[in-house]
């Protein structure tokens, strides 16, 4: 593994410069800094349950990083979230901020790329013909992490005048994504998108109940 990461960050740095519209170097480059950036990032326990591992999604980075009890960094991903940028009202289309917490995963047992409809496996699987042929539907892929705010009145339950922010009603996720999706740029509709292998990986490595929170500046 360590050599083939070698390999394709030398040939990162010894390829011309491309158009920025191309996606091949932004690809590769994410693998890279996926596999081995982790371990380059400050530690940072948690700060709502000290000791207990936490997930910290960086909205202006659109990076997801998973810290063990100790506050290590153990994986450090690039993401998708909202187009719309921040918030918390239903309808927005928007990502949430603040605290919240894994309440429910779903998927263990489906195929990489499976088609998730209402949180049930639909037994089709992603494409790139598909992709093409609904250009602007956000897929729901591979695995789901149900996220449950923490904050009553912010991101939980409703504010005075009954506006419904509560990110678990709105189906607020941590789930799949596609090929297509462009990582490292906002372009969901109010859920954190990860590609397939980061899914899988985050989903078997964190349990129910662990804390999330979603960080604007980070």
């Given at each position: 593994?360590?050599?083939?990461?070698?390999?394709?960050?030398?040939?990162?740095?010894?390829?011309?410069?491309?158009?920025?519209?191309?996606?091949?170097?932004?690809?590769?480059?994410?693998?890279?800094?996926?596999?081995?950036?982790?371990?380059?990032?400050?530690?940072?326990?948690?700060?709502?349950?000290?000791?207990?591992?936490?997930?910290?999604?960086?909205?202006?980075?659109?990076?997801?990083?998973?810290?063990?009890?100790?506050?290590?960094?153990?994986?450090?991903?690039?993401?998708?979230?909202?187009?719309?940028?921040?918030?918390?009202?239903?309808?927005?289309?928007?990502?949430?901020?603040?605290?919240?917490?894994?309440?429910?995963?779903?998927?263990?047992?489906?195929?990489?790329?499976?088609?998730?409809?209402?949180?049930?496996?639909?037994?089709?699987?992603?494409?790139?013909?598909?992709?093409?042929?609904?250009?602007?539907?956000?897929?729901?892929?591979?695995?789901?992490?149900?996220?449950?705010?923490?904050?009553?009145?912010?991101?939980?339950?409703?504010?005075?005048?009954?506006?419904?922010?509560?990110?678990?009603?709105?189906?607020?996720?941590?789930?799949?994504?596609?090929?297509?999706?462009?990582?490292?740029?906002?372009?969901?509709?109010?859920?954190?998108?990860?590609?397939?292998?980061?899914?899988?990986?985050?989903?078997?490595?964190?349990?129910?109940g662990t804390d999330v929170w979603i960080d604007v500046a980070g």
């Amino acid at each position: 593994m360590m050599k083939l990461l070698t390999l394709l960050w030398a040939c990162l740095l010894a390829a011309p410069a491309l158009a920025s519209s191309s996606p091949v170097p932004s690809r590769l480059a994410g693998f890279v800094l996926d596999q081995q950036s982790s371990s380059l990032l400050p530690g940072q326990t948690n700060p709502r349950h000290p000791g207990e591992p936490w997930i910290r999604v960086g909205v202006g980075s659109q990076t997801l990083t998973l810290f063990d009890g100790d506050g290590t960094p153990r994986r450090h991903w690039v993401v998708s979230t909202a187009k719309n940028g921040v918030g918390e009202q239903f309808g927005s289309y928007q990502t949430p901020r603040g605290w919240h917490t894994v309440c429910d995963k779903i998927g263990a047992d489906a195929a990489p790329d499976a088609i998730f409809y209402r949180r049930q496996d639909t037994g089709w699987r992603y494409s790139a013909e598909l992709a093409r042929e609904n250009p602007d539907k956000d897929w729901i892929l591979t695995r789901i992490l149900w996220l449950c705010g923490a904050e009553p009145g912010f991101n939980q339950g409703e504010l005075p005048d009954g506006t419904l922010v509560d990110s678990y009603q709105r189906g607020i996720y941590i789930h799949g994504g596609g090929a297509h999706v462009p990582f490292g740029t906002p372009t969901s509709k109010g859920c954190v998108r990860m590609t397939t292998p980061s899914v899988i990986d985050l989903f078997e490595l964190v349990p129910t109940g662990t804390d999330v929170w979603i960080d604007v500046a980070g």
